[in-house]
């Protein structure tokens, strides 16, 4: 027998010993003397001609990895922000030596550094904004602040960026009136004689927009301070961030932040937090240029992702597109943002220069739109790993879910949505489609899809603690039951798509996404020091966030 053969019946014998035990109990992981088999090569810019020793040793705790061939260890080695290895203290500890830090996590959890895309408005975007699903759905008029505010103009953006009310004064100011015609892909609500609202839905805030004075280069540097610190007060320590970008508003503002706040930042040794950037797609070469002449990695902090375009508004707008009318409107299909030719047209562009598409779609009918572009542009210029995205994937026909697993589309969803819409989902589009279409998580999984998860932040709050219990327990605020319980996942599922699978939907799962020897040692300290009462309610806080391995908060 060779020496090959040998190495690989052993391979074998290990694995069928390791599929037979419960993988996702940690006890069976951490009894195990994993010294005699858990090694994999460290990176060569990791390397140096001294011996490895470690920084940092990490260890009496229940580290969960996300990574299938190891998913826990009690103790972890760290160099150079970079996991040397994992598995029981006593093999660690040969990696310690003078000069390096012992962290006892007197049994608590660990998890990876939680990665959040940020699907609309941006990382660095703060204000006020209202919900008209609070005060039970009812549209605003331009007359309900008009007596408080007869002088000045205002504008008040809905919480999801796809609506917006103005004031008399703002409409006058901007021009719009009942000879104003709607945009393409907008619309302009109107009284039963044809006078402007003050509501203008999607393309239609256009109209208003640049009448607005932007933010400060000092107020947008500070808001990237605030935004980085409560993230990783969250757990938070890398953003997939889509930029100040929605409908109506200029594609400019995406590149003024990356130019004005992230390289300024970067320069500044500011960064605390990784991001991964998307730029609209409209400006699909000027992304290509900026690659070709800086790489993707401009830093460990600062990675450029790719483009990103929207197919229809939202559900809370009713403008999100579907196959059939809104219950409470029942002309209105929602709007299609993007003509389709425009579409399919930017994404084959887009993705034969190599960069990665990603489209907002929330109704059923954009969803089909998106998948119907991706699989032709797919047939079109062949197979490859592209790993198309649709951002919030939230209402799908049947049959849809099972084209994300066949096409290979990444589904981003945000869980947290789900507890406010699970009341004005039933109220817009009836009980039988809200129950057969809503936030199908484990039929995506089901499907093979990957399934990463966000916050859409600041739409809703950036904690992905929260959006993985809702994940697990789908019951809304005044609910006693799970909605849809059938779509209910394991804590695992949870986490796994908020860890590996939203690294694999960005290409950043050779850097990050598990805690792997090689990957950045971007991890956090949790309240719980039960693993068993983590799986049964998923109920924890964040005591610890360290990146690259160092504290980063508190």
Same mark, same amino acid.
């Not at 204000?127 to 103009?153: K, R, V």
């Not at 109107?190 to 609202?197: F, I, L």
């Not at 790993?385 to 939230?394: G, N, P, S, V, Y």
């Given at each position: 027998m060779n020496l090959y053969t040998l190495i690989s019946t052993s391979v074998v014998v290990? %694995?069928?010993?390791?599929?037979?035990?419960?993988?996702?109990?940690?006890?069976?992981?951490?009894? !195990?003397?994993?010294?005699?088999?858990?090694?994999?090569?460290?990176?060569?810019?990791?390397?140096?001609?001294?011996?490895?020793?470690?920084?940092?040793?990490?260890?009496?705790?229940?580290?969960?990895?996300?990574?299938?061939?190891?998913?826990?260890?009690?103790?972890?080695?760290?160099?150079n922000g970079r996991i040397l290895r994992l598995g029981n203290f006593s093999f660690v500890q040969e990696l310690a030596g003078d000069g390096t830090?012992?962290?006892?996590?007197?049994?608590?959890?660990?998890? %990876? /550094?939680?990665?959040?895309?940020?699907?609309?408005?941006?990382?660095?975007?703060?204000?006020?904004?209202?919900?008209?699903?609070?005060?039970?759905?009812? !549209?605003?008029?331009?007359?309900?602040?008009?007596?408080?505010?007869?002088?000045?103009?205002?504008?008040?953006?809905?919480?999801?960026?796809?609506?917006?009310?103005?004031?008399?004064?703002?409409?006058?100011l901007s021009g719009i009136s009942n000879l104003t015609k709607d945009p393409e892909g /907008?619309?302009?609500?109107?009284?039963?004689? /044809?006078?402007?609202?003050? !509501?203008?839905?999607?393309?239609?805030?256009?109209?208003?927009?640049?009448?607005?004075?932007?933010?400060?280069?000092?107020?947008?540097?500070?808001? !990237?301070v605030r935004a980085t610190n409560h993230a990783l007060m969250r757990g938070v320590t890398t953003v997939v961030d889509f930029g100040r970008y929605y409908p109506g508003v200029s594609a400019e503002l995406s590149w003024e932040d990356?130019?004005?706040?992230?390289?300024?930042?970067?320069?500044?040794?500011?960064?605390?937090?990784?991001?991964?950037?998307?730029?609209?797609?409209?400006?699909? %070469?000027?992304?290509?240029?900026?690659?070709?002449?800086?790489?993707?990695?401009i830093s460990q902090w600062i990675y450029l992702g790719g483009v990103k375009a929207f197919a229809d508004g939202s559900l809370g707008s009713n403008s999100a597109l579907f196959h059939e009318p809104y219950v409470d409107e029942p002309h209105n299909y929602g709007l299609q943002v993007t003509e389709s030719e425009i579409l399919y047209n930017m994404t084959m562009a887009s993705e034969k220069s190599g960069l990665q598409v990603a489209i907002h779609a929330i109704g059923d009918r954009a969803n089909d739109l998106i998948l119907d572009i991706y699989e032709s542009v797919v047939s079109t210029n062949?197979?490859?790993?592209?790993?198309?995205?649709?951002?919030?994937?939230?209402?799908?026909?049947?049959?849809?879910?099972?084209?994300?697993?066949r096409q290979g589309i990444v589904a981003s969803v945000q869980p947290l949505h789900l507890l406010g819409d699970a009341d004005s989902a039933t109220k817009k589009l009836g009980m039988d489609r809200a129950q057969k279409e809503s936030y199908l998580f484990r039929?995506?999984?089901?499907?093979?899809?990957?399934?990463?998860?966000?916050s859409d932040w600041p739409v809703v709050d950036i904690n992905p603690l929260g959006g993985i219990k809702t994940a697990m327990k789908r019951i809304p605020p005044g609910w006693d039951d799970a909605w849809i319980p059938s779509e209910c996942l394991t804590l695992n599922d949870a986490l796994k798509a908020h860890t590996i699978s939203a690294a694999r939907a960005c290409f950043l799962d050779n850097d990050l996404g598990s805690l792997s020897p090689g990957k950045l040692a971007d991890f956090v300290i949790l309240s719980t020091d039960s693993w068993d009462d983590f799986v049964a309610e998923g109920s924890a806080s964040v005591e610890a966030t360290y990146v690259s391995g160092e504290r980063a908060y508190p």
């Open positions: 290990v %694995l069928a010993i390791f599929f037979s035990l419960p993988l996702l109990n940690p006890t069976y992981w951490l009894s !195990l003397n994993l010294k005699s088999w858990w090694w994999i090569p460290i990176p060569s810019s990791s390397l140096s001609s001294s011996p490895l020793i470690a920084d940092l040793v990490v260890r009496n705790g229940v580290i969960y990895t996300s990574d299938e061939s190891l998913p826990f260890a009690d103790s972890m080695a760290i160099r830090e012992e962290l006892d996590l007197g049994g608590k959890v660990v998890v %990876l /550094g939680l990665l959040i895309p940020i699907c609309k408005r941006g990382f660095l975007d703060f204000g006020w904004w209202m919900n008209n699903d609070l005060w039970g759905g009812e !549209l605003p008029l331009a007359s309900w602040i008009d007596d408080i505010t007869p002088y000045n103009p205002v504008w008040l953006n809905r919480m999801d960026g796809h609506m917006g009310l103005a004031n008399s004064v703002a409409l006058k /907008g619309t302009i609500v109107r009284t039963v004689d /044809g006078e402007p609202t003050g !509501l203008l839905i999607d393309s239609a805030m256009k109209l208003l927009l640049p009448y607005i004075p932007e933010d400060t280069v000092n107020e947008r540097r500070e808001a !990237l990356f130019s004005d706040v992230y390289q300024w930042a970067d320069a500044s040794e500011k960064m605390m937090i990784r991001v991964c950037l998307f730029f609209p797609m409209e400006t699909w %070469l000027r992304l290509l240029d900026l690659i070709e002449k800086m790489g993707r990695a062949g197979m490859r790993d592209r790993r198309f995205r649709i951002e919030h994937a939230q209402h799908l026909a049947p049959g849809a879910a099972a084209r994300f697993g039929s995506l999984l089901a499907s093979n899809a990957l399934l990463a998860f966000g």
